[in-house]
């Protein structure tokens, strides 16, 4: 037994260390790095083949630690594992972005609001040619996508920054590992009470994926901060303080629109929960509160809204592209497939009602929340990118043994990444 647990204790240290060698070497041989190491100003990102290849090979070797590993020695090595997650989050903070110019775009349409005095949401960087920041996005025509309370954020952090480039993408990736720690310690409280005999492998899963890794702290994409208020607004639930479950939705909303395809879901569980009306009618006006207040310093009548129109009219999503190259309509098909998914929609929240004991009952809660996700980037996406499906990490910490829905899920995400690759490299 002895034995055992040292050959799994080294195979713990060895995925450490290829981790964050991994990831090192990514920033060592991408173009991004070498250009900021020597002062060029051009940094645009660029994601190789050897950066997924890589990426791919982690990714494998973490579902083998996952699959090969018992709960025990999660347990028993817990404190490494927390010690040497914090030793890869801390390099990664000083690497810059690899693979994606997201975080180069938040900082600019921070910049827009605190050095031009412009609104984000009506002005697009390609308005301000001159900037470093402009010719290093990827879409320097659009406007903000994101919720308010994000871009009041990235404008609080730009101040503190002083707009100094670097320090902001620090400040930003900052307040990603500080919300995966206070993310972590939901699932931690949840897992105790829902799921203990995967209590320390569901925190590793989470603290340690790659996803995690590569995607908020090294291209620093902010989908932690909208998944924070998500998983908080869950907890509540469980616990029942009805309340604040739908205000926290709407701020989750207002960072990252995605949670929004949740909602249903969390108002059919406060309906078979009994909540009061007149809790529920309170609950609504402040969730409407902080909406209103939210939009008050960025609203500027329907403009407000028209980098989602221009996302609107455009497209990577796969069946969406294959419609367009047989000629059929891009509306009519988007119109197809958006009903396809109401009616995948109203079908799960039909199961819920209807066995409603056994949805109500532990985590089986997670289940419809994982369908109607998986539904949604299949079907109804128009505009689908890897980092997306991180929404899905927090419910899948709860099925560790469904092994089938883990190797589906990353080769779905690896399928999305490798597709989003060739697109932006090769059929483009």
């Known amino acids: 037994m002895l034995k055992l647990l040292n050959k799994n204790l080294f195979l713990l240290l060895i995925y450490f260390i290829v981790s964050l060698a991994g990831y090192i070497i990514i920033a060592l041989t991408n ?3 070498y250009n900021r190491l020597f002062g060029n100003t051009n940094f645009k990102y660029l994601e190789s083949p050897l950066t997924i290849l890589i990426y791919f090979f982690l990714i494998v070797s973490f579902l083998l630690i996952i699959f090969k590993l018992p709960e025990k020695d999660f347990k028993q090595y817990f404190k490494l594992i927390i010690i040497c997650s914090l030793l890869i989050a801390v390099v990664l903070l000083f690497l810059p972005p690899i693979t994606s110019s997201d975080a180069w775009q938040y900082i600019m349409q921070a910049k827009i609001y605190n050095f031009y005095h412009a609104n984000p949401y009506v002005t697009a960087p390609a308005q301000f040619p001159n900037d470093i920041l402009t010719a290093n996005i990827s879409d320097p025509l659009m406007t903000v996508v994101y919720g308010p309370l994000f871009t009041g954020l990235t404008i609080l952090l730009n101040l503190l920054s002083q707009s100094n480039i670097y320090l902001n993408i620090f400040f930003l990736k900052l307040v990603n590992l500080l919300l995966i720690i206070a993310t972590a310690y939901i699932i931690f409280k949840l897992l105790k009470q829902y799921n203990k005999e995967k209590l320390y492998s569901g925190l590793f899963f989470f603290i340690t994926n790659p996803l995690i890794f590569y995607e908020t702290l090294l291209n620093g994409h902010n989908d932690i901060i909208m998944i924070f208020p998500l998983v908080l607004a869950i907890y509540f639930l469980f616990k029942n303080k ?5 205000p926290l939705i709407f701020i989750s909303a207002l960072i990252k629109p995605l949670s929004l395809i949740l909602l249903p879901i969390f108002f059919i569980y406060l309906l078979l929960k009994k909540y009061s009306l007149l809790k529920f009618l309170g609950s609504l006006i402040v969730s409407s509160l902080i909406f209103i207040l939210s939009w008050l310093p960025f ?3 329907p403009q407000t809204w028209s980098g989602w129109q221009k996302l609107g009219s455009q497209t990577n999503h796969w069946l969406l592209l294959a419609a367009a190259r047989l000629n059929f309509n891009l509306v009519a098909s988007r119109t197809i497939l958006l009903t396809f998914f109401l009616l995948c929609l109203f079908f799960i929240l039909s199961l819920i009602y209807k066995n409603r004991n056994y949805y109500l009952s532990g985590y089986n809660f997670f289940k419809p929340l994982i369908m109607i996700t998986i539904i949604y980037f299949l079907l109804a996406s128009f505009w689908l990118h890897a980092w997306y499906l991180l929404i899905l990490l927090p419910f899948l910490t709860f ?4 092994r089938r829905l883990l190797i ?5 995400y690896c399928f999305v990444l490798t597709y989003g690759f060739l697109l932006d490299n090769l059929l483009l």
Not at 242 to 246: D, G, N, P, R, S
């Open 31 to 33: 173009h991004l790095f």
């Open 242 to 246: 009805l309340f604040w479950v739908l």
């Open 299 to 301: 609203y500027q009548g």
């Open 399 to 402: 099925y560790l043994s469904k």
């Open 408 to 412: 589906f899920y990353f080769a779905f």
